[in-house]
């Protein structure tokens, strides 16, 4: 079946303006996750949504990050007012939602701020 | 709260040549361990997991064993093929209902012919 899948896969976008990135779980998985990985850094932890519960927003670095999950399913990260150190590659992942599962990711999508 | 220490890079050895990768880890109740890796090009994987201490995981050569008494969970493969060359990243998760991975810094291994 279809994996994780993200959009876009790449985004140069002028800083200050606004972006979205998009992800799409695979069908069934409760559990989707965003992190960050920054050139020649490791995986930063972003946000985190199981089912219905309230989301886990702590590794958010800052109130310009904010990201959904509609319906359970897709979600959508958003970066207001962009600054040149967002530029990372911005990676999605899911898992069925129980202890011990495998986590999948994405390919991710690369954003570039100029 | 949850860490992971992992060997810093980049490793660099000949083709054949017998690979460890360390990690370490830091973890309030029992953690699932996971080996990550990133070929170049491609995104993030699953290599091998243990879910319990003294589990082995193990896939494509590549073992790690979860040693609760050491808190270890370092990556071996007796013979590397210039197919292995990637980034490796250690990482663990929650065991009590699912939990967000923690993971290491990465470690970028090159093989050589």
């Known amino acids: 079946g279809a994996g994780v899948s993200q959009s876009p896969s790449n985004k140069v976008t002028e800083k200050g303006k606004d972006v979205e990135l998009r992800c799409d779980p695979i069908?069934?998985?409760?559990?989707l996750y965003w992190y960050r990985q920054s050139l020649g850094q490791g995986l930063e932890f972003l946000i985190y949504?199981?089912?219905?519960?309230?989301?886990?927003k702590s590794g958010l670095p800052s109130d310009r990050f904010s990201a959904e999950r509609t319906g359970g399913s897709v979600s959508t990260l958003t970066i207001q007012r962009t600054q040149q150190e967002d530029s990372a590659v911005y990676l999605c992942?899911?898992?069925?939602?129980?202890?011990?599962?495998?986590?999948?990711f994405g390919e991710g999508s690369w954003l570039t701020v100029v | 709260g949850n860490s992971v220490t992992q060997m810093e890079g980049p490793v660099t050895l000949s083709e054949e040549a017998f690979l460890t990768i360390n990690c370490t880890y830091t973890?309030?109740?029992?953690?699932?361990l996971f080996w990550y890796v990133q070929y170049p090009g491609e995104g993030l994987q699953l290599l091998l997991k243990a879910t319990k201490a003294d589990d082995k995981g193990s896939n494509k050569g590549f073992e790690a064993t979860y040693r609760k008494e050491t808190t270890s969970f370092h990556l071996e493969k007796g013979s590397v093929q210039v197919s292995d060359s990637a980034v490796y990243f250690c990482a663990l998760g929650g065991n009590f209902g699912n939990e967000k991975l923690t993971f290491g810094t990465g470690t970028r291994l090159t093989i050589i012919p």
């Open positions: 973890a309030t109740g029992y953690p699932s």
């Open positions: 992942a899911s898992s069925p939602g129980t202890a011990g599962n495998t986590i999948y």
């Open positions: 069908s069934g998985h409760t559990a």
């Open positions: 949504f199981q089912g219905n519960s309230a989301p886990d």
